[in-house]
């Protein structure tokens, strides 16, 4: 029998690349509104935080300094660990994401391979997300694998075999799930994903829009970490909009407790990933 872990690593993900205010008003998108809703987030149980960040207009970018500016500012007021998108938006061009490690992240997000994303191609050919991975161990920057289907999975043990583990030694992975064009947010799709994943793996799942609350669910009965916020549902529930970002990860952190698997603190999540203290990866 599988020994279900003692506590939940809480990701909030806030503000993502595809929605404007116009869908919610609460989706912070400035530094402030980010940084503000970082802490509400970190005091209802998020321990890490993946960040997208935006321009003055509102728009998705990748702009360095604006990166490096909001890894300092929610490292000033949070504990939570720093993970940067370096998927950002669809129309991101390669050499930009690969240049967000340049913002000293504690993490970044790695996804594995390209899937159809709405109407767009999510693109990562294996050539990139092979440079990617490598500088990711160079850095020492812990790298989330980002699994959207069950093919990316295939992909991640491909890089682990052909280039080894991630700095630090441990692998990590988000399922992010029920994207139009990846895999289902079912929980038969996270149990199949999930007996892929290598001995040893730490892992995550995210059920975009309504399949949210079916994949946390699936997700904390196979031993999982949560991945919740307004970059992948804008919404509490039916035809409710969410209040803000602290709201989802407070379902999140309430579910986990009720599972006999509280919310793990930034410090506690560190040891999980196998991280050092704050900015010192
Ligand atoms: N915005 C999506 C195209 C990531 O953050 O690494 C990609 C995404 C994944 O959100
Ligand atoms: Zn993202």
Request: charged share 20%; hydrophobic share 40%; proline share 7%.
């Amino acid at each position: 029998m599988t020994t279900m872990p003692a506590l939940t690593l809480i990701t909030v993900a806030p503000t993502g690349a595809e929605s404007q205010k116009d869908a919610n008003p609460a989706l912070p998108v400035t530094l402030d509104e980010l940084v503000a809703a970082a802490r509400a987030c970190q005091d209802a149980g998020a321990a890490m935080i993946h960040i997208h960040v935006r321009d003055d207009a509102g728009r998705p970018t990748l702009d360095l300094g604006r990166l490096s500016e909001t890894v300092a500012a929610v490292r000033e007021s949070t504990d939570l660990i720093v993970q940067l998108s370096t998927g950002g938006a669809v129309t991101d061009p390669f050499d930009s994401r690969l240049a967000v490690l340049d913002a000293g992240p504690d993490s970044c997000s790695l996804t594995t391979g390209t899937v159809n994303f709405g109407d767009d191609v999510f693109s990562n050919p294996w050539p990139f997300v092979t440079e990617l991975y490598q500088r990711t161990q160079e850095r020492g920057v812990l790298p989330e694998f980002e699994l959207f289907e069950l093919g990316h999975v295939t992909a991640m043990n491909r890089l682990l075999d052909t280039f080894g583990p991630p700095a630090g030694g441990y692998v990590h992975a988000d399922f992010v799930m029920g994207v139009p064009g990846g895999m289902p947010g079912t929980a038969q799709s996270l149990a199949a994903g999930v007996a892929m994943l290598p001995d040893g793996a730490t892992w995550s799942a995210t059920g975009i829009g309504r399949s949210s609350l079916p994949v946390m669910l699936a997700a904390l009965s196979l031993g999982g970490n949560l991945r919740v916020g307004m970059e992948d549902t804008l919404t509490y529930g039916p035809k409710r909009p969410a209040r803000d970002n602290a709201e989802l990860v407070e379902r999140a952190a309430r579910l986990a407790a009720e599972a006999f698997r509280p919310a793990a603190t930034p410090g506690q999540a560190r040891t999980m990933l196998g991280l050092g203290p704050q900015g010192q990866e």
